[in-house]
Structure formats: structure tokens, C-alpha cells
């Protein structure tokens, strides 16, 4: 029946119970090629611990880290879903979390930023929720939840370069963040970068680079020549896992742009860790 709101409460929390358990299939194999290619030995044994790690995860069905995030949420909304049945999907999602946190369980990371009060994982604008229209879809509706830890997040970083650094100025910022991380955000990474916009859109861009799959390139050839290229400056640092040292110190790095300002080239970069999660679903209502 139109207008019947089929997703449920348990669907947002076996989504979260997906991305937090098991890594997709792209980023285990990405793992385990690593593991492979690795040949600085303390980064090799750490490769290896990540990939037994997580297949305790998956059995034991538990958290394949103590750090479980904040809940990150993308929506895809289809052309005939009215504002309505969208402020619902919210309070669904809203409901799924806080079932979640104490089903899976997800650790109460959010709290208040000046008291420091914790709060759970709902309120003060948590979950953070990015909705994103698309034409493609009529009466459907895509989520991906991306629960994104703190050692990661934290180096995430913003530059607004002038537009005469031009691409040489992209490249050693981008080289310049993650040289300086060294093993804070939990290598090996996985590098989003988002070019151009304004200085909020950058970084909004760098993070929805993160949702795509290892290996898939942007569908500029320029601009997929430009990840490619950085992942490997970003390997020849010889950070390796868990900042060891090694051949592998990312398994990928994604690119987004937007048209931006004559006068301003923003660029921003947001990195995930290994425990590369997320967990997407498409619901027809």
C-alpha cells in the first residue's frame, strides 16, 4: 500500500549488526592481499592478527573492535517518497540505534562536546544522517550505515589551498596528512578526498569516497589516475600497519569533487582504518 513504511526498527539494527561484525567482502580480500604483498615482518604479523581478529568477530558474533563508532547514516531517496514517510524513516533509524547500542552491543560513544556528558548514541543530532536524492529510484530508498571510529577520525583534516597549488598542492597535502598520522588512524587505511566545493562540501565529499568498494575507480579518467597515483606515494611512505613499517600503509584512496569558487581550491581528506565498515540495504516502500 502506498505510503506503508515497510522498514522496521530491527532492520537499522541488523544493518548496524553487518557493518560491525563482518567487513565486506572487498575490504577482507583487500586484507588478505595485503597480507600477501607485506613484507616488513611486524606489519605482516599485525596483517595477519587483523584477519584472525575478524573471523573471531564473525564467529563469535561479536564487535570486530571495541570501538564501535558513531553512527554514521547515508540515504538514497527515490523521487516519489514524500517528506512525510522521510521524517518516519528518521525516527526509525533514530529507534534502531538506540536498539543497537544495547542488542549488539555498540558502545555509547557520543556525548556532549563541552560537558562531555555521554549521551548514548542518540541526540545532540545523532545519528548524523546524509540524505542524497536520486532519480533512479522511485518509490525506493537506499541506506548505508558507516559507523566510523575515533583514531581514524581524528586526523581527518581540511586545506584550503590556493588555486595556483593546483594538483601539486593537492598531492602534498594529501601525502603531507598522512606521513604526519603515521600510525594513529589504525593502518593500513583506506583515503577519502574530496576536491572542491566549499569548505564544509570537501569534507562531506572525502567521506562519501569512503562508501565506495576497494578498487573501484572514479569514473573520470583523470581523476581515477589521481587515485591511483596517490595510493601508491601513500604506500612508498613506509608506514605499513599499525605504523610498523611496510610496503602496505593503504589499501586504497577514493576521490569526489564539485565545482568550486574562481578564488578557492578546498580540498579535504577522511581517512578510515582497516575496520573499513559499512553496510548498505534497498528497501522498496
Known amino acids: 500500500m502506498k505510503g506503508e513504511i515497510i522498514i522496521t526498527v530491527d532492520d537499522i539494527v541488523e544493518l548496524f549488526r553487518e557493518a ?59 523521487r516519489n517518497i514524500n517528506t512525510n514517510e522521510l521524517f518516519k524513516i528518521f525516527e526509525i533509524i533514530k529507534e534502531g540505534v538506540k536498539k543497537a547500542t544495547d542488542e549488539i552491543p555498540l558502545r555509547p560513544n557520543v556525548v556532549h562536546p563541552i560537558t562531555r556528558e555521554n549521551i548514548g548514541n542518540v541526540g545532540l543530532s545523532s545519528p548524523f544522517i546524509n540524505v542524497d536524492f536520486d532519480k533512479n529510484l522511485d518509490r525506493e530508498i537506499e541506506i548505508t550505515v558507516f559507523p566510523k571510529g575515533a583514531g581514524s577520525e581524528n586526523i581527518s583534516s581540511l586545506k584550503m589551498l590556493k588555486p595556483s597549488d593546483g594538483l601539486e598542492g593537492i598531492k602534498k597535502f594529501v601525502l603531507n596528512v598522512v606521513g604526519d598520522a603515521l600510525g ?41 589516475n589521481l587515485e591511483i597515483e596517490l595510493l601508491n606515494k601513500i604506500n612508498e611512505l613506509g608506514i605499513g600497519a599499525m605504523g610498523l613499517g ?40
Do not use: M
Open 20 to 78: 560491525v561484525i563482518y567487513l565486506p567482502k572487498d575490504v577482507k580480500k583487500s586484507l588478505n592481499e595485503a597480507y600477501e604483498k607485506e613484507e616488513g615482518k611486524l606489519s605482516k604479523e599485525t596483517l595477519k592478527a587483523i584477519i584472525e581478529n575478524n573471523k573471531i568477530a564473525e564467529s563469535d558474533c561479536v564487535p570486530l573492535c571495541q570501538d564501535t563508532g558513531v553512527p554514521i547514516v547515508f540515504l538514497k531517496v527515490g
Open 246 to 285: 611496510g610496503k602496505i600503509t593503504a589499501l586504497d584512496v577514493f576521490i569526489e569533487i564539485a565545482g568550486c569558487h574562481t578564488a578557492s581550491l578546498p580540498v579535504g581528506v577522511c581517512i578510515n582504518c582497516w575496520a573499513h565498515r559499512k553496510a548498505k540495504r534497498r528497501f522498496k516502500l
Open 184 to 224: 594513529k588512524p589504525c593502518p593500513p587505511i583506506v583515503v577519502g578526498i574530496g576536491i572542491g566545493g566549499t569548505s564544509d562540501l570537501a569534507l562531506k565529499l572525502a567521506k562519501k569516497a569512503l562508501l565506495r568498494n576497494i578498487g573501484e575507480r572514479h569514473k573520470d579518467k583523470e581523476i581515477a
